[in-house]
């Protein structure tokens, strides 16, 4: 009985476009579920739903994970009541797993330089140059096709990116060459852009664990703590320290709301260094004293190009102070 909703659950998912990954992912989580529940799924209620979160604990499931599967089942019985009319209510109504919220980690200026000395291989290196300068997810550029990347425009088209939304992302100049590089000494003609060199799968596209495990190799041999998505981290808070407005950054990285990419503002950054400073020199300028009747302006307002530099010396003087 569970098995027929599964399969038709399934079918309802393929016909919306869900991904095959999120498909794997749910009827996985699904499975897991009807497997474990003691009660048919029509008696399931939330003292159940209760258990199952105990009996996930009791793995050492981390809360992010559980609620992934509480989404998910709710997702699943709301199918069940809306499509199938199962008589019974949802047993999943809310979530209360309480979630760390971690900030994006990326990597400073030196530890990008070490890391890109370590990476010799030329189609190493230019996977690795599209997550650092182009904010490319892994599975993004495991999927990635050689007419996806338009070089006189440096530009990629990427199709099918998470949640399948299609975006337009730009190709530095370093990263542009170390594509180039790659492809002069790329022999296959294969459609998917980046391919396994070496054993009998040569030439076959290759794997997202296949690029998380050249990853690994590269962070041990620089001794840095370093992972594909680090590299996308590292992309999204470069752009923030460059001044890039935050809704480019979203349009780059795909981010549906802009709430995911203001993450990188919680970071320590050299913009907010800036704007901090450059804020504070305002407020120091109306707030402190004059003795000299020359520095007032219209109003009683102190003359800003009388005060810039004493202002400036000031800033200078809070700085050095740190």
């Not at 939330?46 to 709710?74: F, N």
């Not at 990476?119 to 096709?145: H, N, P």
Request: glycine fraction near 4%.
């Amino acid at each position: 009985m569970e098995n027929t909703e599964l399969t038709r659950y399934r079918r309802a998912l393929k016909r919306k476009n869900y991904s095959a990954h999120t498909l794997k992912s749910y009827m996985n989580i699904l499975d897991h579920f009807v497997k474990w529940a003691p009660v048919p799924l029509s008696e399931v209620t939330s003292k159940e739903v209760g258990l199952y979160v105990d009996h996930l604990l009791q793995k050492r499931r981390t809360p992010k994970t559980i609620t992934c599967h509480l989404q998910t089942i709710r997702l699943f019985f709301e199918y069940l009541i809306n499509e199938e009319g199962m008589p019974t209510a949802n047993p999943v109504t809310r979530i209360s797993i309480r979630l760390p919220k971690p900030l994006p980690r990326h990597l400073k200026d030196d530890q990008v330089t070490r890391l890109l000395a370590a990476i010799t291989d030329l189609r190493d290196r230019a996977m690795f140059m599209l997550m650092l300068r182009c904010g490319l997810r892994v599975q993004e550029v495991a999927d990635l096709t050689v007419d996806a990347v338009d070089y006189q425009r440096r530009q990629i088209f990427v199709s099918k990116g998470k949640g399948t939304k299609d975006r337009v992302v730009y190709v530095s100049e370093d990263a542009c060459s170390a594509l180039l590089a790659y492809l002069s000494k790329r022999s296959s003609k294969g459609k998917r852009l980046f391919l396994v060199q070496k054993g009998p799968m040569r030439g076959t596209p290759l794997s997202v664990r296949g690029i998380q495990k050249r990853m690994e190799y590269y962070a041990q041999k620089s001794k840095l703590n370093v992972s594909c998505h680090r590299l996308r981290h590292t992309m999204a808070t470069q752009l923030l320290n460059a001044d890039a407005d935050l809704a480019t950054i979203q349009d780059l990285l795909g981010h549906g709301q802009i709430t995911t990419t203001q993450r990188y503002c919680w970071v320590a950054n050299l913009k907010v260094q800036r704007d901090y400073y450059k804020a504070m020199e305002v407020v120091l300028q109306r707030t402190q004293p004059r003795g000299e009747d020359d520095d007032q302006g219209e109003h009683g307002f102190p003359d800003p190009k009388k005060t810039t530099d004493s202002s400036q010396t000031r800033t200078k003087n809070i700085l050095d102070g740190m």
